[in-house]
T-cell receptor, first 121, second 115 residues
Framework: GAVVSQHPSRVICKSGTSVKIECRSL??????MFWYRQFPKQSLMLMAT?????????EQGVEKDKFLINHASLTLSTLTVTSAHPEDSSFYIC?????????????????FGEGSRLTVL | AQTVTQSQPEMSVQEAETVTLSCTYD???????LFWYKQPPSRQMILVIR??????QNATENRFSVNFQKAAKSFSLKISDSQLGDAAMYFC????????????FGKGTRLHILP
């Protein structure tokens, strides 16, 4: 099946620094990717939709300047948490729709990366 | 706006027994997808089963099956012959048939398997 790879899986940083998380679709093209945030024992909260070749679309309440999203190519989207603070500590997950490009049949589902646990000290 | 509701925060089932997880949703659209995703302790999201709204037949994947009631906007998941590896968080999810639209998740049901 399609694979979405997310890196790094864990990152610890000091308050005030920036952290970049990469999301790659390994065997299919993804013109759209979604970034979710998940707090402990809670559901996934959509942060933004990453669009290749155009600006990301952010959900209400998500700070655009804090969470920078760049969809550099059809297989790569990045999330940069700028000037991170302890309250930004969370689990971040990216996903991409199956069926983007090539001969892959559109199935409606999303493929998820492994997630990245960010801890800000 | 579409919403997904899972009313059971936690459930427990004896190993080898059958359990049903409930999910209701609200939408004004006629064409959409419904999913059940599993999130084990590793936190990797795993697709369990998928249902296209235009299909009347309930989806089945081995021990997993759904009861899709479109008029009632209900989409429950039945797990038969429960196994220890089924212990996880289960999320019901909705996605419009618009190709690049987001998935909306319910709050999840934590399933415990009792040996």
């Amino acid at each position: 099946g399609a694979v979405v790879s997310q890196h790094p899986s864990r990152v610890i940083c000091k308050s005030g620094t920036s952290v970049k998380i990469e999301c790659r679709s390994l065997d299919f093209q993804a013109t759209t990717m979604f970034w979710y945030r998940q707090f402990p024992k809670q559901s996934l909260m959509l942060m933004a939709t990453s669009n290749e070749g155009s600006k990301a679309t952010y959900e209400q309440g998500v700070e655009k300047d804090k969470f920078l999203i760049n969809h550099a190519s059809l297989t790569l989207s990045t999330l940069t948490v700028t000037s991170a603070h302890p309250e930004d500590s969370s689990f971040y997950i990216c996903s991409a729709p199956a069926g983007g490009g090539g001969s892959r049949i559109y199935t409606g589902e999303l493929f998820f990366g492994e997630g990245s646990r960010l801890t800000v000290l | 706006a579409q919403t997904v509701t899972q009313s059971q925060p936690e459930m427990s089932v004896q190993e080898a027994e059958t359990v049903t997880l409930s999910c209701t949703y609200d939408t004004s659209e006629s064409d959409y997808y419904l999913f059940w995703y599993k999130q084990p302790p590793s936190r990797q999201m795993i697709l369990v089963i998928r249902q296209e709204a235009y299909k009347q037949q309930n989806a089945t994947e081995n021990r997993f099956s759904v009861n899709f009631q479109k008029a009632a906007k209900s989409f429950s998941l039945k797990i038969s012959d429960s196994q220890l590896g089924d212990a996880a968080m289960y999320f019901c999810a909705y996605r419009s048939a618009t190709r690049d639209d987001k998935i909306i998740f319910g709050k999840g049901t934590r399933l415990h398997i009792l040996p």
